[in-house]
């Protein structure tokens, strides 16, 4: 398995990203995902999650309103778009994929996911 995230660097506060997340060796369709990142010096935190299907996300407060996850079966592909970015957002990104079916909002604990790509740094200036 394979989960590749892409889409960082360097913006103004704000701005907008949008992270991607390409899933190989994996029934992509039947995984739901996550979001997670962690900044320097601290630790790995919840950001969104999103059912198989796509019909349901869960997101933490702090991002409710200006982040939106989304998925595309057809293409393996897991999105985060990010609009009014802030300092604070600086983190490196990592995506993550659950088999398990769960309440919506266990997705946002780590321990949920079995597979994890290598994070894509984002960084917000002020």
């Known amino acids: 398995v394979q989960l590749q995230a892409s889409g960082g660097g360097l913006v103004q506060a704000g701005g907008s990203l949008r992270l991607s997340c390409a899933a190989s060796?994996?029934?992509?369709?039947?995984?739901?995902m996550g979001w997670f990142r962690q900044a320097p010096g601290q630790e790995r935190e919840f950001v969104a999650g999103?059912?198989?299907?796509?019909?349901?996300?869960y997101y933490a407060t702090f991002v409710k309103g200006r982040f939106t996850i989304d998925r595309d079966n057809a293409k393996n592909t897991l999105y985060l778009q990010m609009n009014s970015l802030r300092p604070e957002d600086t983190a490196a990104y990592y995506c993550?994929?659950?088999?398990?079916?769960?309440?919506?909002?266990?997705?946002?604990?780590?321990?949920?996911?079995?597979?994890w790509g290598p994070g894509t740094l984002v960084t917000v200036s002020s």
């Open positions: 993550a994929a659950s088999p398990r079916t769960t309440v919506l909002s266990q997705l946002q604990y780590s321990e949920e996911y079995d597979y």
């Open positions: 999103i059912r198989w299907s796509g019909g349901s996300t």
């Open positions: 060796g994996l029934t992509f369709r039947s995984y739901n």
